[in-house]
């Protein structure tokens, strides 16, 4: 059965990039304007959940998973898959989707963003299309909807199910959310949804956020022809406004690293086992201790070399494949993705030995 990514409770969350313990901390810590800006959308997102849940989406309704998507081992040298992009102009109103500004092959608008969106996510659609021969988020050519300028100075971008929205920022806590790392995040968690699912609690949730996370930076890095020792490791390095002293929102390659500040604090990201933190907030830490897995991925890469969309990523979206739980610990993906390197490149292919270390190196040994 497919586990839906909506809204609601524990199974049908709304996934946004910004994760609820920062806007807690900003609520707690900030000037009147800026903690009643945290406390409203902390209440936004809470209704979001509630409409989702008198509103389930149909992966919720007993309909049966897709079937398992091909790829996961065959690089295609070009697609043949055609994606089907729409990107609406929410005109900083809650409604969604909003108006129709640019379908699939009509020439640029006159709308900055929303070109930008409808190039990002032909980006995304080229990854998994041409590396891992998947036709869009559900493998069947799903259409690509998206909102820009959703609501006014909304501080939080978001996939919901169904689509993606993302708000401006208000300019010094948050000046842009229309980042290609922030993009390939949340389409990513469509294709997490489509895939089998990971229920967003816990130790299956701070996966569900690596995931999105790691074909996030391998997005990113394919874009910009970076090998992975040249790249940054950095989701949402774009976000960050004037007034917050960082590089963005989570590091991959320092967990931890990515923001100290006054009203922030630390960046509250580990990156072993020794440093899991236990948690009732944000569905048990998965924006937190997904640094963990994020960690291992990028050690993986660094130890193997080359590029991130190629072996690391193959071997990554084949375990996702494979898994079929969605209520996997980080032990049981860890062994996944070793399972799926030997069956990609064999038991004692180097893929498979320094994935080992790499676990073993955040404190997961498989």
């Given at each position: 059965m497919c586990i839906s990514v909506c809204p609601g409770g524990t199974h049908h969350p709304i996934q946004c990039i910004v994760p609820p313990h920062m806007l807690r901390v900003i609520a707690l810590r900030g000037d009147e304007r800026t903690a009643e800006m945290a406390r409203s959308l902390l209440k936004q997102n809470q209704k979001l959940r509630q409409e989702r849940e008198d509103h389930p989406h149909p992966c919720n309704q007993g309909d049966e998973a897709p079937a398992a998507i091909a790829g996961g081992g065959n690089t295609r040298a070009g697609s043949t898959f055609t994606p089907d992009r729409r990107v609406h102009d929410g005109q900083q109103k809650a409604a969604l989707p909003g108006k129709l500004l640019r379908g699939e092959g009509d020439s640029p608008s006159d709308n900055a963003d929303v070109d930008l969106m409808y190039d990002a996510m032909g980006e995304v659609f080229s990854l998994y299309a041409d590396q891992f021969d998947r036709n869009s988020l559900d493998g069947s050519g799903l259409a690509l909807i998206a909102t820009v300028n959703h609501r006014r100075n909304y501080n939080n971008a978001f996939w919901n199910g169904d689509q993606m929205a993302f708000g401006n920022g208000d300019g010094q806590l948050f000046r842009t959310f229309m980042d290609l790392s922030v993009i390939a995040h949340e389409m990513t968690h469509g294709v997490i949804q489509y895939s089998g699912g990971l229920v967003y609690q816990d130790q299956s949730g701070a996966l569900n956020e690596s995931i999105a996370d790691v074909f996030a930076a391998i997005t990113q890095q394919r874009q910009l022809g970076q090998a992975a020792h040249e790249a940054d490791w950095i989701i949402g390095s774009e976000l960050l406004g004037p007034a917050i002293k960082g590089v963005g929102l989570r590091s991959m390659k320092a967990p931890g690293t990515a923001y100290s500040d006054d009203l922030l604090g630390q960046d509250p990201q580990p990156f072993h086992m020794d440093n899991f933190l236990s948690t009732s907030d944000?569905?048990?830490?998965?924006?937190?201790?997904?640094?963990?897995?994020?960690?291992?991925?990028?050690?993986?890469?660094?130890?193997?070399?080359?590029?991130?969309?190629?072996?690391?990523?193959?071997?990554?979206?084949?375990?996702?494949?494979?898994?079929?739980?969605?209520?996997?610990?980080?032990?049981?993906?860890?062994?996944?993705?070793?399972?799926?390197?030997?069956?990609?490149?064999?038991?004692?292919?180097?893929?498979?030995?320094?994935?080992?270390?790499?676990?073993k190196l955040v404190g997961l040994p498989t």
């Open positions: 944000d569905n048990g830490g998965v924006h937190i201790n997904s640094g963990i897995p994020n960690h291992a991925f990028y050690l993986f890469c660094m130890l193997l070399g080359g590029n991130s969309w190629e072996k690391p990523g193959q071997i990554w979206y084949r375990a996702l494949q494979e898994l079929n739980n969605p209520m996997a610990s980080f032990a049981e993906w860890s062994d996944q993705t070793v399972a799926a390197a030997i069956e990609l490149y064999g038991t004692g292919s180097p893929e498979a030995l320094l994935l080992r270390r790499a676990w």
